[in-house]
């Protein structure tokens, strides 16, 4: 069984600029949760998406959205980059979404110059 | 709100020697799961466990064992006769049962466990 993907696997923007970044979920998994993962703040929920709807919202501004198709696949977009959002977004998935245990992928590493 | 403290930055130890990674958590709900994550170089993080705040059986599986003290806010991670291959950051979590939705994890800060030969 194929574990979470996620693509890009590294990406280098700049100031202003926007980003997508993908995530393919394990096969029949439907919840997709993001994480992002800095040096100073640590592991920070994102947002988890279950069924094409956003369940559960972390502490972030606007510019970081996401969204989930209907094959479970989810995206999430940042847009006007900030040097500070230079991280590891990590996604990961889970059959069900009450607090069952979640499979992460191997990251997107987001550098911001 | 939840908080899971991590107190230990980094543990070095030498190959077979025994290591405990600390964690202590504050929730204010009843019901509650405490995970264990493994993050090694390559950057994905591995499920290790999960534990639910009603079940307080400590549990062993292989080299690893976990003791939840709910008296102490406390899951406490062991891995005996350590191998470099456990070299990694280790996370512990937790996050809280909304009955069937809402559901993040709030992970500690993490510990760097290195193993020498």
């Known amino acids: 069984k194929a574990g979470v993907t996620q693509t890009p696997r590294y990406l280098i923007k700049t100031r202003g600029q926007q980003v997508t970044l993908s995530c393919s979920p394990i096969?029949?998994?439907?919840?997709v949760s993001w994480y992002q993962q800095t040096p100073g703040q640590g592991l920070q929920f994102l947002f988890e998406y279950f069924s094409e709807t956003q369940r559960n919202k972390g502490n972030f501004p606007g510019r970081f959205s996401g969204r989930q198709f209907s094959n479970s696949r989810s995206e999430m977009n940042v847009s006007t980059l900030e040097l500070g959002d230079s991280a590891l977004y990590l996604c990961?998935?889970?059959?069900?979404?009450?607090?069952?245990?979640?499979?992460f992928g191997p990251g997107t590493r987001l550098t911001v110059t | 709100a939840q908080k899971v403290t991590q107190a230990q930055t980094e543990i070095s130890v030498v190959e077979k020697e025994d290591v405990t990674l600390d964690c202590v958590y504050e929730?204010?709900?009843?019901?509650?799961?405490l995970f264990w994550y493994k993050q090694p170089p390559s950057g994905e993080l591995v499920f290790l466990i999960r534990r639910n705040s009603f079940d307080e059986q400590n549990e062993i599986s292989g080299r690893y064992s976990w003791n939840f003290q709910k008296s102490t806010s406390s899951f406490n991670f062991t891995i005996t006769a350590s191998q470099v291959v456990d070299s990694a950051v280790y996370f512990c979590?937790?996050?809280?049962?909304?009955?069937?939705?809402?559901?993040?994890?709030?992970f500690g800060k993490g510990t760097l466990l290195t193993v020498n030969p």
């Open positions: 929730t204010r709900d009843t019901t509650y799961y």
């Open positions: 990961a998935s889970s059959f069900r979404t009450d607090s069952y245990e979640q499979y």
């Open positions: 096969s029949g998994h439907r919840s």
């Open positions: 979590a937790l996050s809280k049962n909304s009955g069937g939705s809402n559901y993040k994890l709030t």
